[in-house]
């Protein structure tokens, strides 16, 4: 399966942006998927989760009140709804899915947990 990013661009800061992951197979299910993004010079960091199943969500604290995970499960689709961006958001965003039901929520921040990985999209904040 492939999953699908894209969404991202160039906005001013305290703008929004939404991005979208969708996966090539209709029939793919997945346990957790999430958004990763890496800043230029950084390390990839986990920013948002959703279990596709349940819904429950779970965030990095910088993005705590300013960024919304979401998912139709009909078109089998995940989305970031990015509010109140800021130049430090600036990174490649990167949708992620994880198929093994062992792993709980403790473990979702892990780039390790995933499985599938999508092609990432540039999302770039102007001050």
């Known amino acids: 399966v492939q999953l699908q990013a894209c969404g991202g661009g160039l906005v001013q800061a305290g703008g929004s942006l939404r991005l979208s992951c969708a996966a090539s197979?209709?029939?793919?299910?997945?346990?957790?998927m999430g958004w990763f993004r890496q800043a230029p010079g950084k390390e990839r960091e986990f920013v948002a989760a959703?279990?596709?199943?349940?819904?429950?969500?779970y965030y990095t604290d910088s993005v705590k009140g300013r960024f919304t995970i979401s998912r139709d499960m009909a078109k089998n689709t995940m989305y970031l709804q990015m509010n109140l961006l800021k130049p430090e958001d600036t990174a490649v965003y990167s949708c992620?899915?994880?198929?093994?039901?062992?792993?709980?929520?403790?473990?979702?921040?892990?780039?390790?947990?995933?499985?599938?990985w999508g092609r990432g999209t540039l999302v770039t904040v102007s001050s």
């Open positions: 992620a899915a994880g198929v093994r039901t062992y792993y709980s929520s403790i473990y979702y921040f892990r780039t390790s947990t995933y499985d599938y």
């Open positions: 197979e209709r029939s793919f299910s997945s346990h957790v």
């Open positions: 959703i279990m596709w199943i349940s819904g429950n969500t």
